[in-house]
C-alpha cells in the first residue's frame, strides 16, 4: 500500500506504507530503482541525535508512573468542587486511570487519591523499549485526553472552564517489598490528608469558622486529636467515612464472568436466543488496605517473583 505520492518534474517518489523506503519512478523510460530509507536519511544534521540521553529504565525492577494534578487546587475552585471530597472529580480521575490500564496491559496495578495516580509497570515491561520519557508521556497524555474526554460523564452540563495538567515522574522499585512500601505510603498519605480535611471542612462549615481559624485549631493536633474534634462537635465517626476518601482507589486487573445474548440456529431448528457466560480480564476497582497483607494474599497474581 502506497501512502504518499508526489510528482515532481518527471519523477514520481512514493513512500511505502509502514517502512522507510523510496520508491523512485522515471516515467520516461518506466524503470524503477528502490532507495533505504536510512540511506536516503542520511544528511550533515543528523549529528544532533548524539544529544539524545539514553533514559532506558534498569531491567528487572517495577517502573512506577505517578502523575500529579498541576496546581489543581486553582482548578478545584475554579470547578466548585464539593469539600472535602467531591464523589464526581475522584470517579473521573478512577475513569481516566482505567481507560489508561486498558490501552497499556503491562500496567499490573494503579493507586489513586485526591489529584494523583500511580501506575506500575511489571518487572518484564518492555513497553516504549522500557524508555523513561516514552512512558511518562503517554501515560500523562492518554490520562489528560481522557479526563477531559469524559468531563461531561461526570459533571454534566458544567462546563470545563480550563484544560487540566497532570505532571509525571519515574521512579524504580527492585523488589516486592520496595513496591509494597510505595503503595503503602501512597495509602497513608491519602489518610493523613483526608483526615485532615474532614476535619478543617467541618470546622468550616458546620463550626462556622474561617478557614484561618480552622487551621490554627488544627495546628499541632494528631489523629487522635482530629477524631475527637469530629465526634464531640460533629457526632462524626470518622471510621464510617467512605472507604473511597479514607483509602483512595486500587486498580487491578481480574478475571470477570460475563453473560450475554446470543442468536444461534440449531440443525432442524429455528433461530433462538440463548445465555452465552464468557470470562475475561477486566480493570476493577477497590477501595482497601494495602497496607497489610490481606490485599496481596488475595491477589498473588500482582507481583512477580523476586527470584
Not at 495538567?165 to 489518610?191: E, I, M, T
Not at 482507589?249 to 440456529?265: D, G, H, P
Request: hydrophobic fraction near 35%.
Amino acid at each position: 500500500m502506497w501512502k504518499h505520492l508526489v510528482l515532481l518534474r518527471s519523477l514520481s517518489f512514493t513512500w511505502c506504507a509502514g517502512g522507510g523506503d523510496v520508491l523512485i519512478k522515471s516515467h520516461p523510460r518506466r524503470s524503477f530503482h528502490l532507495y533505504s530509507g536510512s540511506t536516503m536519511a542520511k544528511s550533515k544534521f543528523e549529528y544532533v541525535r548524539n544529544f539524545e540521553t539514553d533514559d532506558t529504565c534498569l531491567r528487572n525492577c517495577y517502573i512506577v508512573v505517578r502523575l500529579d494534578g498541576r496546581n489543581f487546587h486553582r482548578f478545584a475552585e475554579q470547578h466548585s468542587f464539593a469539600k472535602p471530597n467531591d464523589e464526581r472529580a475522584l470517579g473521573l480521575m478512577t475513569h481516566s486511570a482505567r481507560t489508561v490500564m486498558e490501552e497499556l496491559e503491562d500496567i499490573m496495578i494503579a493507586y489513586g487519591q485526591s489529584d494523583e495516580y500511580s501506575f506500575v509497570f511489571k518487572r518484564s515491561s518492555n513497553w516504549f523499549k522500557r524508555r523513561a520519557s516514552k512512558l511518562v508521556t503517554h501515560v500523562a497524555s492518554q490520562f489528560s485526553s481522557s479526563y477531559v474526554f469524559h468531563w461531561r460523564d461526570y459533571f454534566g452540563e458544567q462546563p470545563l472552564l480550563y484544560p487540566p495538567g497532570f505532571d509525571g515522574r519515574v521512579v524504580l522499585y527492585p523488589s516486592n517489598q520496595n513496591l509494597k512500601d510505595y503503595l503503602s505510603w501512597r495509602q497513608a498519605d491519602c489518610h493523613i490528608n483526608n483526615l485532615y480535611n474532614t476535619a478543617f471542612w467541618n470546622l468550616v462549615q458546620k463550626g462556622g469558622l474561617s478557614t484561618s481559624q480552622a487551621e490554627e485549631k488544627l495546628k499541632g493536633t494528631v489523629a487522635a486529636d482530629k477524631n475527637e474534634i469530629l465526634f464531640s462537635e460533629f457526632n462524626v465517626n470518622y471510621n464510617n467515612e467512605p472507604s473511597l476518601y479514607r483509602k483512595g482507589t486500587v486498580l487491578i486487573w481480574e478475571k470477570v464472568n460475563e453473560t450475554t445474548m446470543k442468536q444461534v440456529r440449531l440443525p432442524n431448528e429455528e433461530e433462538k436466543e440463548v445465555t452465552v457466560m464468557r470470562s475475561r480480564s477486566k480493570v476493577t476497582a477497590h477501595h482497601c488496605d494495602v497496607i497489610g497483607e490481606q490485599f496481596w494474599q488475595q491477589h498473588p497474581e500482582i507481583l512477580e517473583s523476586d527470584g
